[in-house]
């Protein structure tokens, strides 16, 4: 009976390794069974066709298809090295496209990295995407914090906090403010709207809040009421010059999943890191570059 899926991943995540620095790989030559080959001269051909396919593809030979020693044992416990190969996920994806079609083996394995290949681009995707609305989160934080202590000291009242974030918003999103937007949105009354923001939604708010920091500064506009219009002013501006360039309204843009959990957990591992002064706990001085 041949292998179902299920069984063909077992058997290829069983073999897979770690890299001291966290990267995944396959030993070619425990791949090569698994991909029909008993020899391994003839396995040697086809990791040759995939160093081929991945310099068509643009890609470091060195990052996915690394040439790495195994040690085996030979007779009364004598050691021996013979060559062998360090394949990324991407690397073992050439593999099995490159080998020989007639083999199942490997019409299976090509299904299986295509779709754990593409998986991880996908991943990496994400991370990445995530990773930038983290960056423009924090910024945004930031930015609020001293367009706050700027608007305090140019006559805004602590009280009055709350209609100047809203002033910003109702120029910026066309006269909703934060709750209209967020009902607009979709999102939950206690949700922190900037959490539920993509990159471009963060980016613009994070324009309207420092632009107007420097109107009030530059302009040196004084009391509370006209602060609260320079916010709106900029705000409105802001949406005036995304409508006439073609941009998508912020308003309109969609809510994406809440980046709360991520700033969270980032926020507890940095107060779990040491303080400079701290005591190594590694020795960092030895040259430790892969």
């Known amino acids: 009976m041949p292998d179902t899926n299920d069984?063909?991943?077992?058997?290829f995540e069983s073999i897979k390794q770690t890299s001291p620095y966290g990267m995944e790989y396959w030993s070619a030559r425990d791949l090569m069974p698994l991909l029909g080959y008993d020899k391994w001269e003839r396995f040697d051909d086809t990791i040759d066709r995939a160093k081929a396919a991945c310099v068509n593809a643009g890609q470091e030979v060195a990052d996915h298809l690394p040439g790495a020693g195994k040690m085996i044992t030979v007779g009364k416990g004598g050691k021996r090295e013979i060559k062998d190969y360090a394949l990324s996920r991407f690397g073992a994806y050439l593999v099995a496209m490159n080998g020989d079609p007639r083999k199942p083996e490997i019409a299976a394995a090509q299904v299986y990295f295509?779709?754990?290949?593409?998986r991880a681009e996908q991943w990496d995707e994400l991370r990445e995407e995530l990773g930038e609305r983290t960056r423009w989160r924090q910024r945004l934080t930031e930015a609020n914090k001293q367009f706050t202590v700027t608007a305090q000291e140019h006559g805004v009242n602590s009280r009055s906090?709350?209609?100047l974030h809203d002033a910003?918003?109702?120029?910026?999103?066309?006269?909703?403010?934060?709750?209209?937007?967020?009902?607009?949105?979709g999102i939950g009354p206690k949700e922190d709207l900037a959490d539920r923001m993509g990159r471009a939604e963060l980016i613009a708010n994070d324009f309207v809040r420092s632009q107007t920091e420097q109107k009030i500064r530059n302009e040196e506009i004084l009391g509370q009421e006209r602060v609260i219009a320079a916010h709106f002013e900029v705000g409105r501006e802001t949406r005036n010059t995304i409508e006439r360039i073609g941009g998508t309204r912020p308003e309109d843009l969609p809510p994406e999943p809440s980046i709360r959990p991520l700033l969270e957990t980032r926020t507890r591992?940095?107060?779990k890191l040491p303080s400079p002064d701290a005591p190594a706990l590694f020795d960092v001085s030895a040259d430790t570059t892969p």
């Open 7 to 11: 069984d063909l991943k077992a058997k």
């Open 114 to 118: 295509a779709v754990q290949t593409r």
């Open 161 to 163: 906090f709350g209609r």
């Open 168 to 185: 910003g918003a109702r120029g910026l999103y066309g006269g909703m403010g934060v709750q209209q937007v967020k009902e607009y949105k």
């Open 269 to 271: 591992r940095q107060k």
